[in-house]
T-cell receptor
């Protein structure tokens, strides 16, 4: 079992550039979550999908952020244009769709630095 | 909406000593409670979770937690810690509206 796969693991970019983060959930999992972790705000839920459909995107900071899940095995989180305050570690997690009591499995994260 | 408070941001402890990491939650509905551990430069990994039934939950690496509904707490304990337990620990709560909330984390540092 490969677990949740995220790429890239590290990204350094300049302010104003577009950034795309990628996630491959565990095969058979129906729910996918994107989180952002910073020292100031801790771990924040940005958006989650159930069966490829966005269910709650209330955590997405602003219109510069967008997320897609075109199929059950792939999701992207895009920031356009990026800003220094977007620097953080972004985690993807997946879960069986059994409900809120199911365990979320986290990927290793993408460490983003916007200069 | 539910929320989680981890009362200690940092807990230093000597090797082989017992440790308790505190977690309190608030919610108007029935909840599920989780403890996750995050080692440096890694994602979060489940330690244990409470869904229902016995209030004492045993997890991996010798950790356990007790659900106390009257005190709305879910404290994590280990009777004897190892250097390798040094990590960040997160308490989390979710309910049937699927909205999982994480606490701010407690950094456990085990010293030799």
């Amino acid at each position: 079992d490969a677990g949740v796969i995220q790429s890239p693991r590290h990204e350094v970019t300049e302010m104003g550039q577009e950034v795309t983060l990628r996630c491959k959930p565990i095969s058979g999992h129906n729910s996918l979550f994107w989180y952002r972790q910073t020292m100031m705000r801790g771990l924040e839920l940005l958006i989650y999908f159930n069966n490829n459909v966005p269910i709650d995107d209330s955590g997405m900071p602003e219109d510069r952020f967008s997320a897609k899940m075109p199929n059950a095995s792939f999701s992207t989180l895009k920031i356009q244009p990026s800003e220094p305050r977007d620097s953080a570690v972004y985690f993807c997690a997946s879960r069986l769709s059994g409900g809120a009591g199911e365990t979320q499995y986290f990927g290793p994260g993408t460490r983003l630095l916007v200069l | 909406a539910q929320s989680v408070t981890q009362l200690d941001s940092q807990v230093p402890v000597f090797e082989e000593a017992p440790v308790e990491l505190r977690c309190n939650y608030s919610s108007s509905v029935s909840v599920y409670l989780f403890w996750y551990v995050q080692y440096p430069n890694q994602g979060l990994q489940l330690l244990l979770k409470y869904l229902s039934g016995s209030t004492l939950v045993k997890g991996i690496n010798g950790f356990e937690a007790e659900f106390n509904k009257s005190q709305t707490s879910f404290h994590l304990r280990k009777p004897s810690v190892h250097i390798s337990d040094t990590a960040e620990y997160f308490c989390a709560v979710s309910s049937n509206n699927n909205d999982m909330r994480f606490g701010a984390g407690t950094r456990l540092t085990v010293k030799p």
